[in-house]
């Protein structure tokens, strides 16, 4: 018996309970359960109704997202083979619906004849959110239960919505506290008794007066909104059919328009990133991380440094309800700190995302302190303190007085060599890195990074805790720059050539920016500091002389255009503003550098400035896969997407380059290598080539 689905006779009810995990998910086998599970039923004189019934907390997440992109979502029995055998059976089918109801999950309840939920069932129909929209009826049912407004903010959001919330409507027949099977069975045998006969929504005819204006309402908004994602508009449009087209016309077409979105590149991309977030929760070597292994308890954390990281890193921990003791060494600095939390929360609270009372309980969760010993027993320290090799030893020599066994102590860094750092301390098995984005409180990316000799507890320990602090976390190994920052130097490094060849800085950014980039590159730096760039460059010199050739972002920083914080750096700012101008002051330093240099600029197209500035990020992202930096190429695309502003419509650095083609990524590189002049790193990286010789992709 395929145990994907089981059967189940209470008297002369037959229960069908789907058991797939994790989420039952509608792949093939869950299917061909279904439907042979109804038949069995139908076929049996002594069953009068069937109830159709998950686990506790997924009914079902829709179809098996694991199956796109092969040919097993259309292999019969499909989805809408499923619905239509539910929908015609010959005796009352009950959906006993617990937990998630979602996608495909909600329309197969939605074949059924009635419906039971729990009145804290989550029903929706997310599949917008994958760059599609519901292909097995959601769009032609949902509005002929519910009516047309409710069912297309369900649609276009993608949110679900709790049961008890849709009580009331032709969608759900009761919504209980409890107990929704043997509801569902009381129900069902009820039904029979009382020869009622099912309520079809393509039976229900759409007469709602308001509906063409909404959906006109609707048309402009969602067109506006979604940009450059086609699923929301085309939601609306399916929805439009099942006002003006007969019911089975509206299937139809609503098919058609599930497989155009299906092949679009848009969700291709937000597929991607679905698996790719999912697929960097996992450890990259299960095999070192038993999934039993018990894992440190974090139940108080230390932040060193009342910055703006430190005080970013704090906010995340006490929103997530962990306490924080918040280190500086003076009392100023730490005064500063709690003031700009303070500050944020009470932004937060003027918008209506937070009460008073939550306020203050957040305040009151942190410790501040002056006094290293107040770090003694805490089960995490965070330092954020200046990026200087001697500050963190210093202050990791302390700590490893100070800390508790046990304790796990992480750098924040964002550059610096985390195996020196653990080499400070006789516990290097305890020292990871912590790697936060800015605003800390607010950027979802953490880039855990793992020393050559961090534990495997304390790397399981900190997946976990990402969670917690509902950050996105990939795991980078040790190198200058991790994963992001690594890429971002060429990639910024491949802006100033640019720079230097004939471009402004506004059409460089203005390029990207139409590319799908949230803010290019000269934007960006003017928002970070050219003075954080410039101190790194610095010290590289100093490591390496001759490593660091002069730029133009040396001559504005000796200027002091340190960028938005000084009032003028690539761009000029009028006082307060945040807008970027275009300063005649910035060409002028650009152009006699390029004379100094010796270079007659030229004209370059915006086609030229995303190619060579993506294909750097996409290049060096093959050489973190060679160094083994980052597991998986799904992994860097992750980094990219979540911490610095990547177009989810193009699924990331790596999955982009899958688009165009590694092959074309490869000629084009070679292109821009063979120039005279070209930096070394221009070759393309020896993975690339590979994969694009054997016809591969990263992804
Ligand atoms: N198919 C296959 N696996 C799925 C899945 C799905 N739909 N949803 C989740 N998983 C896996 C996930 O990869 C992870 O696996 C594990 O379940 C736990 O997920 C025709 C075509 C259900 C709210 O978009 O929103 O129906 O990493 O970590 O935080 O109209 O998963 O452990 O191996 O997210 O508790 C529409 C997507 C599909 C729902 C649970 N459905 N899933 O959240 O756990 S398209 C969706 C979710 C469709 C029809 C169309 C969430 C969740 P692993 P998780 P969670």
Redesign the pocket.
Known sequence: MNSAAELTQLGSIAVITMNHP??N??GLDLRTAIVAQLDRALADPQIDAIVLAGGER?FS??????EFGTSK?SAAPN?PDVIRALEAAGKPVVAAIAG?C????L?LAMGCHFRVALRDASLG???V??G?L???G?TQRLPRFIGVESALNMIVSGQPVPAQKLAGTALLDEVVESGVVDTAVAFARQIVADKRPAKLARDIRIKDPLAEPFLQFARTNVAAASRPFPAPLQCVEAVANAVGKPFDEGLRLEREI?AALMASPESRALRHI??AE?AA??LPDVSEVPADMPLREIRRVGVIGAGTMGGGITMAFVDAGIPVVLLETKQEALDRGLGTIRRNYETTMKKGKLTQAQLDERIARITPTLDFSALADVDLVIEAVFEEMSVKRDVFTRLDQVAKPGAILASNTSALDLNEIASFTKRPQDVIGLHFFSPANVMKLLEIVRGAKTGPDVLATCMNLAKRIRKTAVVAGVCDGFIGNRMIARYGAAAGMLLMEGASPQQIDGALQRFGLAMGPFRMADLAGLDIGWAARKRREAEQPGSQPRSAADVLCEAGRFGQKTGAGWYRYEAGKRDPIPDPAVDAIVEQFRRDSGVTPRKISDAEIVERCIYALVNEGARILEDGIAARASDIDVVYLSGYGFPRHRGGPMLYADTVGLANVVRALRRIAAAPGAEAWWQPAPLLVKLAEAGRTFN
Do not use: H, M, Q, S
């Open positions: 994790p989420v998910g509608l997924n997440a829709g179809a098996d997202v694991r979502p989805l998630n979602l996608g495909g999950g329309e129909l997310p599949e959110k994958l599609l519901p292909g097995a959601g599930f679905f698996a999912r929760t996992k």
